[in-house]
């Protein structure tokens, strides 16, 4: 689409599990062609159990919309050579594998940026590419409790908790997309592409945001923030009377009064101990032993009308179920139906949206080696004779059938 933010960008893309294929989807879902390079078995994420679409793991479908998939063997001389063709006519190139693995594989950052200046190379990693922790190995888990951001999840005086949301992937992904875009921007200026070092761990790090902030400043090291906030006493969740918990972010001296009517609590108002958030703050414990048996005289979907009607912001906490239903979900688009011929499949939707660009409708994730015929005859320029050749040899695979199963 050639209204697309990034239509003619061309991306290889070298990743796999979620990290990286999370940043070339964003890339993808912006218009981005994005060519994913995967060994003959494929990326290891179309076999995560336990939910399948064919041969392709959901994990793996989710992650991977349109882009285009390459199989190709680094082990072949052939193969290397494929893909070292490939990475001189592309514009990104995104990898996420051990600092120095993909040299050893064939593909050299160094000889290729030097003779193409203008290339924009992506490395992630789990903590980067320099550093004593450079050649450890890293997951998401690890790097949430590395980064002390799991220090901070759970109940008080509870176990820390990995957050239910693979922050540390996604995180590296987004900001890995966030320093292409910035790369490709000034290259508009300078007609010069760059080197990009996204660590896990470094993005988990900045994540702390004001925590980290508040411990630099202060010397005191937070405990798990369970469902509150470490400033905020009225921004946290109770208990209502069906066991449904419900959030409230009373957070302005406006709401703090909304919320003590609604609860049939204006005295609190008048209390010296609750006057102002500072002094909330101090009483907080006070305070809560105060609301807490007032949200269980009613049901959590009671609370949320009767709050929003006093413009106190609140919701119940949804699961997975309701949270696909919401109309406000649905509304914006945010579950898509990706097709491709027998193949469907919902996903979770791109949640970008221009006035005037035009994204390109989520194409179906590639089978492995979809598209290897066509990325060698269209943007190589090989022969069919060459490609078969290649094929014969192994060191390019073509796709295999995949039966349709729901």
């Known amino acids: 689409m050639k209204d697309a933010p990034l239509a003619g960008i061309k991306v290889l893309d070298f990743t796999q599990f979620l990290s990286g294929p999370y940043c070339t989807q964003i890339l993808a879902d912006l218009g981005a062609e994005v060519i994913k390079a995967e060994a003959p078995e494929g990326d290891l994420a179309r076999h995560i159990p336990p939910h399948f679409v064919g041969r392709d793991s959901v994990y793996f479908i989710a992650v991977n919309r349109s882009k285009k998939s390459l199989a190709v063997d680094l082990k072949t001389a052939a193969g290397r050579e494929v893909l070292n063709a490939l990475a001189a006519s592309c514009d990104v190139i995104v990898e996420n594998f051990r600092p120095g693995v993909v040299a050893k594989l064939g593909i050299d950052q160094e000889r290729l940026r030097a003779e193409r200046p203008e290339l924009v190379w992506c490395s992630i990693s789990g903590f980067g590419q320099d550093g004593p922790y450079r050649d450890k190995p890293a997951y998401d888990m690890i790097v949430q409790a590395l980064s002390g951001g799991m220090s901070l999840t759970g109940e008080p005086k509870g176990r820390a908790v990995r957050s239910g949301i693979p922050i540390g992937d996604i995180a590296a992904g987004m900001y890995a997309a966030i320093g292409i875009l910035g790369a490709l921007f000034r290259r508009e200026r300078t007609t010069r592409g760059d080197a990009i070092d996204i660590a896990m761990l470094d993005c988990q790090a900045a994540m702390l945001s004001y925590q980290g902030a508040y411990f630099l400043h202060s010397g005191h090291v937070p405990g798990r923030q369970g469902s509150g906030h470490d400033s905020i006493p009225t921004y946290r969740s109770f208990t209502a009377a069906d066991g449904q918990e419900v959030v409230i972010t009373a957070n302005t001296e406006r709401m703090w009064q909304g919320l003590c009517r609604v609860l049939g609590l204006s005295e609190l108002t008048e209390d010296p101990r609750f006057r102002t958030n500072r002094e909330r703050f101090v009483h907080r414990e006070a305070l809560w032993a105060l609301l807490e048996p007032a949200f269980a005289s009613a049901t959590a979907a009671e609370w949320v009308t009767r709050l929003e009607g006093e413009a106190v912001p609140a919701s119940v906490v949804k699961t997975l179920d309701a949270v696909m239903d919401d109309p406000q979900i649905l509304h914006r688009g945010m579950i898509r139906i990706i097709e491709d011929?027998?193949?469907?499949?919902?996903?979770?939707?791109?949640?970008?949206?221009?006035?005037?660009?035009?994204?390109?409708?989520?194409?179906?994730?590639?089978?492995?080696?979809?598209?290897?015929?066509?990325?060698?005859?269209?943007?190589?320029?090989?022969?069919?004779?060459?490609?078969?050749?290649?094929?014969?040899?192994?060191?390019?695979?073509?796709s295999h059938a995949t039966p349709v199963e729901a």
């Not at 005037?356 to 320029?381: D, F, M, N, R």
């Open 341 to 398: 011929g027998g193949r469907s499949v919902r996903v979770m939707g791109d949640p970008l949206r221009f006035a005037e660009a035009q994204s390109p409708e989520p194409g179906y994730p590639p089978q492995l080696g979809e598209h290897t015929h066509e990325v060698l005859k269209g943007i190589l320029g090989l022969s069919d004779a060459a490609i078969d050749r290649l094929v014969d040899s192994r060191a390019v695979a073509l």
